[in-house]
Each structure stands twice: as C-alpha cells, then as structure tokens.
C-alpha cells in the first residue's frame, strides 16, 4: 500500500515537471536572445525572404479589408471614398517614410520603443516604456480578439449558417481564439508558409471582387451620378468635401494598422552574406521593400474597395445589424458573384481574420520579453513561448467577453493602440533626424508628427473609450511589473563577474588565508576616511591586526536596471589600502554576487563586514527598491540566502 501510494505521488511529481519543462521548453535559448550584456547573437543569414515575411504581416494589414470598408462608409458616408484617399496620402507620404526610418534605427524588431528607450534614462525611461507597451498591448491584442470577432461574423452572416450560428458570437470568437492560441502553444514553425498561402488567396479574391464591382460601377449609368449629385446635396462645393475629409479621416485609422507589426516581424526576414549583427543591411533593405509594397498593395485595395462599397452598397447596411456590417466587401461577393463564390470568399476572409491574430501575437511574443524581464518586471518565465502565450490568450478571452465580441465596439480601441504607437515612431524618428543634423528630415517627420499627434487626439476626443482601454492595459502592465520586481528584488541580478589583473591579484593573494572584506560607501576618498573605516570595522568584530583586510566600493550607475554584469577592478588607496570598485545597478546584489564569485575562484567562504545604518526599515527598502541602496547588510545577506540556500556555503555577512 506504502508502495503504491510512492508511485502514485511520483507519477504525478513525473507529470508536473514534464508538464512544466513542456511550458518552459527553450526558456534558456530565448533568454539568450535577449538584449544584455551576455546576449547570444542570432545568426544573421536565417530568415525567409522579405516577400514571404510581408505576407506574415500582411495577416494583420491586409486582413482589415474585411471591416475597413465598412467602418470606413459608417464613419464617412458618402465621403467614404474621399476620406480614404486622405488616408492613404497620409500613409504613403506620412507613415510609411517614418517606418522606413524606424526599421533602418532598429533593425532587431524592436521598433520605435527601443529607439525612445535610449532617449530617456532610469525610471523615467523605464515608465515610459511601460506606457507605450501598454499601448502596444492594447493594438496587438484588440488586433487578437477584433480579427477573429470579424471572422465570426463573417462565419454567422454567411447564408448557409445564419440560421445556426446567429446568437452564438461570443462562443464562436472565444473557439477562434483559443484555436490560435493552440497553434502557438505546438509551434508555430509553419506560420509564414501558411501565411503565403492564405494572403495570396485573400487578395486574389478581394482583386476579384474589386474588379467586378468596379465594372458594375462602370457599366451603370446612374450609379456614379446619382453618388456625386447626393454628395453635392449633404457636402456642398467640393472644398467643404475635402475639409470634411481631412477632420474624417482619424476615424479610419484602422488602415494604419500594419506598420507596426511589419517592424515587429523584421528579425524574420534573412539578411545578406555580409551583414553582420550590428549593420544588417540586408535585413534593413528587405524590410523597406515589405513595408512599401505592402502598403502600396493596401493602398490600392483601400480606394478601390471604398469607392465600390459606397456607391453599390445601400447605407443603411452598414449600420449595426445590417447585412454589410463589417463585411462589406463579403456583401459584394453574395450579391453580384453568387452564393458560391461568395461562400469562398467569406472562408477566405474568416482564415485570414482568424489568423492575423498570428502577426499579432508574434508581434507580442517579440516585444514582452525584450523588455519586461530585463527591467526585473515580469517573472523568468515570462522570457518562454507557452506561458506567455497562456497569458495572452486569457487576456484575449477576458476582452472577448466585456465587449461581446463586438467589432464596432473595439474598434476604437484598436486605432488609439494603433495611432499611439505611429506618433511615438513619428516623434522618434524626429529626435533621431535631429540628432544626426538631418534638417530636411527633421522638417519633414516633424510635419508628420503633428498630423499623427492631430490624428491621436481627434480619435481620442471622439471616442475616448480606446483611451480607457489603452490606461487599463497600462495600469495592468505597471502593476504587474511593480509587484514582480518587488518579488524578485532580492534575486541575484548579476550576469556575470570579471576581474581586472590588479583585483584577481588581491583575490589571489588572500585565497589560502581568511578573506575579509570591507564594504565601504565611497565619499571624500581621503587617506582618513580608509584609516577611520578599517580601524572601528576591527574593533568591532575584533579582528586581528595581521589579518588582511580589502575594501569594496560599490557606484551605482542605474538603479531603474534590474541585470547587470560586474566588472571588479583594484586600486591601491594612498599607497596601503587595497580597494576593489565596482559598478551596479545595486550595492547589495553587486556584493552578493562578488561573495559567490570570490568563493568559487578560491574554494573559501569569504567574510563581508558592514556597519548598521540609521532609519526606518520600511525608508530603507524603498531606497533600496528605487535607487539601489538602503541597509545594505540585512539585504546582502537575503540575497545571498536566496542564491546559495547551504548554509555551510554561504559566505558570511558581519554587521557591528
């Protein structure tokens, strides 16, 4: 019985570490990836051509064909066609030049965050960042849950399963979204194969579609007529129709929605031979030609698809409720190419809606772990695929349900997400213009910041609940990364030790006697200071005066960093002391990891002696917590028993 109850506890202790070695598979291999001191370098040469990439991004831009026209014709009326035009002015002479800019200042995928990131220094740099992620959160996870809410209703208005399916939005969305959530969780190896074949079908159909719509535009007399004579009767003169447009078009931001994720997906595309990891030429050259073409493609689909939407579609239609909602061009399809065709078209759209939440979530799982851990503001485990992805999908099914699976309810949402990240990439490459004394281009992406920043404002006047949704992923974010870098405060945080000649000659020096060391907090630096400091550490722990004794001083660069890597070097104070300084992000982490380091260089358990220091506990942790320092003593010692729980190989930690 005794037995079988060992065996019982050990199959379940077999099935959860290899359920949990399943979640964290190739943890290490990423966390190498990242951005660090110790960061492995990705081969340069890997990669698909930049055509194929498009299409992965291309899942995301393309795939708002499905709703685009219809939000556009919703939010414009008859000035749909015209209003789209000044959107695509705006993306081909506005937003793709800064996406160009961005890929050529950050060619590893981060985007226009990394580049403001280096603007911006300790915690004010690492909120700010945390702000924009949240921001990018919000596009990247309402492009998650609106894609596949479109692909439902695609799915539930198609006249095979109206019947069946009507009703049933919020269940249908949430099984789309855990089927792309499944795809991830096995691996997504194939996802730009896949993505090939679905972009060339989508747009091959939509082409058709367009082609016959336009030639029924073409060959009614009255259509074309009857449009421009009912716009001259709501609009007026055609310059009240083009100031229209310019204060309309903010509401179709949607169709900016690619730019971002072709950035995010840049470490896909494959280089050429001699590129090298800090000027991938290559790879940069690859990822302008994907983001013009793509957006030329776009562009084209965007006036075509607008312009034969409004004028054969009745408006009403597109209200909420009404056939052509949010599947315009779907409605096209059904109604001059038949049920058939119509059928295809629609399980064309429904495959690439569902996964251009593909393009999305890697655009995530590019994003989150470059930064989150590395600032000590998520979990190890956030650095893995799988439990990333968990969390994504949980999110995604939350959004899911608050909002019904309503298209035209988080469409707001998506264009702040979407023209918050475009204005920071505007301002960006702005700064960087600036900086490397580039007027024309300083002139020029200036412009386009201020229409960005006029776009932004007006979209969030107008519909303040994108904004909402944007602070609640923000406050999700800050709190969560808060509270994971409390918890993690007190890990080691170092990546690495090295030692100048002149400190490994004093650690040798002292390896077959008792090693001490004095931790010092650097000030006038004077002869007195060292003299004053040895003589009451001494007569406090009774130390012999033969014993030799080292000083350890300890800068903090960057409190806001949570790894950093030690470089130890020695000195010889006023020709008697021996120092070692150092650099960190924090004095109690820096010490611990010399301690353990120390210990494994000379087989002994070195001795670290401080004195205490005046103030609450409670002041000196948040000192500790924001800046680095604090009570240094009680904190060495935690992360010391945190990193080595043997107590018979813990150096050992003295305060008098």
Known sequence: MVSSTSGGAASDGGARHRLRAWLLEGLTDIAKRQPGPHAEPEGVHRGQPWWRVMCLTGLDYFSTLGYQPGIAALAAGLLSPLATVVLVVVTLVGALPVYRR?????????????????????????LFVLTLLGFAATDFLITITLSAADATAHLVENPHFAATLRGHEVAITLVLVGMLGAVFLKGFTEA???????????????AVVVAVGLWHVGTAPHVVPDWSHALVAERGSPLVMVGVALVIFPKLALGLSGFETGVAVMPHIEGKPGDTEERPAGRVQGARKLLTTAAVIMSVFLITSSFITTLLIPQRAFEPGGAANGRALAYLA??????????????????????????????????MPRY?????????????????????????????????????????????????????????????????????????????????????????????????????FIAGILAVSLLSRVARAFELRVTSVTFDPLA???????????????ANKPERRDLAEYREKQHQIRADNDIPPEDDIIFVEVTVADPSEFESELRVCGEVAHGRYRVLTLQSATIPNALAALLLRVRDMTGQRPHIYFEWTEGHPLAHFLRFFLFGQGELAPVTREVLREAEPDRGHRPHVHVG
């Open 372 to 472: 989150l851990p590395r600032y000590g503001m998520a979990p190890h485990w956030a650095r893995a695929v799988r439990p990333m992805v968990l969390v994504f999908i949980a999110i995604a099914y939350l959004v899911t349900w608050i909002f019904k699976a309503d298209v035209d309810a988080q469409g707001g949402a998506y264009a702040t997400g979407v023209l918050v990240l475009i204005t920071s990439a505007a301002i960006a490459v702005t700064i960087a213009a600036r900086r490397a004394r580039q007027r024309g281009w300083t002139i020029g992406f200036g412009v386009i910041s201020v229409i960005f920043l006029y776009t932004t404002a007006v979209n969030v006047i107008e519909r303040p609940d994108g904004v909402k949704i944007g602070a609640c």
């Open 102 to 126: 961005v890929a050529e200042e950050s060619p590893h995928g981060q985007g226009s965050i990394a580049m403001l990131e280096r603007l911006l220094t300790f915690w004010k740099g690492k």
């Open 504 to 518: 490994e000659r004093f650690i040798r020096d002292t390896a077959h006697r008792r090693i001490r060391f004095i």
């Open 334 to 367: 059904h109604e001059y190419l038949g049920s058939a065709f119509g059928s295809v078209y629609d399980a064309s759209t429904i495959a690439i809606l569902w996964f251009a939440g593909a393009s999305a979530m890697a655009g995530l799982l590019n994003l």
């Open 192 to 206: 730009i194969g896949i993505a090939v074949a679905l972009v060339a079908a989508y747009l091959l159909l939509n």
